[in-house]
């Protein structure tokens, strides 16, 4: 049981490129999630997603786009990079309350994707 | 949406002693995690405490949601607990749960 894996662990992308950070999850967990963290600061939700074909926008989604077509991937694609981009990008996963709409246990972090743009 | 507050922001400790981090929220919750983030930048689950108290082995909280507080305690300190220790809780009160804010984190550094 590998929990949650994200891949690259670090990328350096130019102004203007785009790339697609992967997550994967393999604890069936329905509940999965992006976030960023700058340096020094907590982490800021971009994009949720309740289950597959299900997703929403956090606090922070503009400049990034997310898809869920299985239980198990949950991909963030970032669409011509900034500079304010730069950040470490942390996917995350729960499961949920058994008949309660909206109500999870605790989240589960991967190892984290350290991009810069420059 | 809710406001979360910790403290102190840094903390500095020799190996041994016993320290106490605080998490202060602006409204009800139905969901609190600690967190601890090592110097390597993983994240690593310490408590899922909405409410009451847990324990695991040297670390212990204790939530309590009618005062709107939460905190840590970390005895005998060791230099591998060093590192940012965050508190999250839900944005929003009441209804759903998942979608977690942040507080800025409690800087620990243990020192030999």
């Known amino acids: 049981n590998a929990g949650v894996t994200q891949t690259p662990k670090f990328r350096i992308l130019k102004i203007g490129q785009s790339m697609t950070l992967q997550c994967a999850q393999d604890?069936?967990?329905?509940?999965m999630y992006w976030y960023r963290q700058d340096p020094g600061m907590g982490l800021k939700l971009i994009y949720y997603?309740?289950?597959?074909?299900?997703?929403d926008k956090g606090e922070v989604p503009n400049g990034y786009n997310v898809s869920r077509s299985t239980t198990e991937d949950f991909p963030l694609r970032l669409e011509l990079a900034a500079p304010s981009q730069t950040s470490v990008y942390f996917c995350?996963?729960?499961?949920?309350?058994?008949?309660?709409?909206?109500?999870?246990?605790?989240?589960?972090f991967g190892p984290g994707t350290r991009l810069t743009v420059t | 949406g809710i406001q979360v507050e910790q403290s102190p922001p840094d903390l500095i400790l020799q190996e041994g002693a016993n320290s106490t981090l605080r998490c202060n929220f602006s409204?009800?919750?139905?969901?609190l995690q600690w967190f601890h983030q090592n110097p390597w930048g993983q994240l690593i689950n310490l408590f899922y405490?909405?409410?009451g108290t847990k324990q695991n082995g040297r670390l212990s909280a204790t939530t309590v949601a009618t005062e709107r507080y939460s905190l840590l305690y970390i005895s005998s300190s060791q230099t591998t607990d060093s590192g940012v220790y965050f508190c999250?809780?839900?944005?929003?009160?009441?209804?759903?749960?998942?979608?977690?804010?942040f507080g800025k984190g409690t800087l620990l550094t243990v020192n030999p």
């Open positions: 995350a996963s729960s499961y949920t309350h058994p008949g309660l709409a909206g109500r999870a246990y605790e989240q589960y």
């Open positions: 604890m069936n967990h329905n509940y």
């Open positions: 997603s309740v289950g597959a074909g299900i997703t």
């Open positions: 409204d009800s919750v139905n969901n």
């Open positions: 405490i909405p409410s």
């Open positions: 999250a809780v839900p944005m929003n009160s009441g209804g759903s749960n998942y979608k977690l804010t």
